[in-house]
């Protein structure tokens, strides 16, 4: 599962697709075990990936509604997908028709939620029954979403095959 990666190529997107697959799984692992913040920080790193890779395969897309100043930036670090720019390029993705802004928000909740835990003034959860909704609802996306902008083989589909499964018996516990 795991590549060297020292171009931004067609092994990068395999490997960010793996990736937030993988961590998707980690997510339902992680919460199951109890683990709450750490299953938030991983449902939080399945997006980051999924905007890389998605990012990368339609970068010329996006550089085509892009504002000039941006261009550069774009194309030399966009993939990397930094945290404060997490809506910004979900925002771009959405101008050509990929429309994940609300993972993205969900993400950036449980992001706070994972440094943060319960603290009234700075976390958006009050139970752990609100933190394991937002994780169901983006874990239970990815697949479809990798499913619909990407190729895949037999190891990304048995991957999405074992998330479904497990969003299922993981969504019968709330």
Do not use: C
């Not at 990666?5 to 490997?15: F, H, I, P, T």
Request: aromatic letters at 10%; zero cysteines; a neutral charge.
């Amino acid at each position: 599962m795991e590549r060297d990666l020292y171009q931004v190529n067609e092994d990068y997107l395999y490997a960010r697709i793996l990736e937030s697959l993988a961590d998707s799984l980690l997510a339902i692992e992680l919460f199951e075990r109890g683990f709450t913040r750490n299953s938030a920080g991983k449902a939080f790193s399945a997006v980051k990936s999924l905007i890389s890779a998605l990012i990368v395969k339609h970068q010329d897309k996006i550089l085509e509604v892009a504002d000039e100043k941006e261009k550069d930036w774009l194309v030399k670090k966009a993939h990397t997908v930094p945290t404060h720019s997490m809506k910004a390029l979900s925002n771009y993705l959405e101008r050509i028709g990929i429309d994940i802004d609300w993972m993205v928000d969900k993400a950036l909740n449980l992001h706070d939620y994972q440094y943060n835990g319960f603290e009234r003034d700075f976390s958006f959860y009050r139970s752990k029954d609100d933190v394991k909704k937002d994780i169901i609802k983006i874990v239970s996306k990815i697949p479809e979403v990798i499913l619909k902008y990407f190729k895949t083989d037999g190891e990304i589909s048995k991957l999405v095959e074992e998330i479904k499964s497990k969003v299922e018996k993981f969504s019968k516990s709330l």
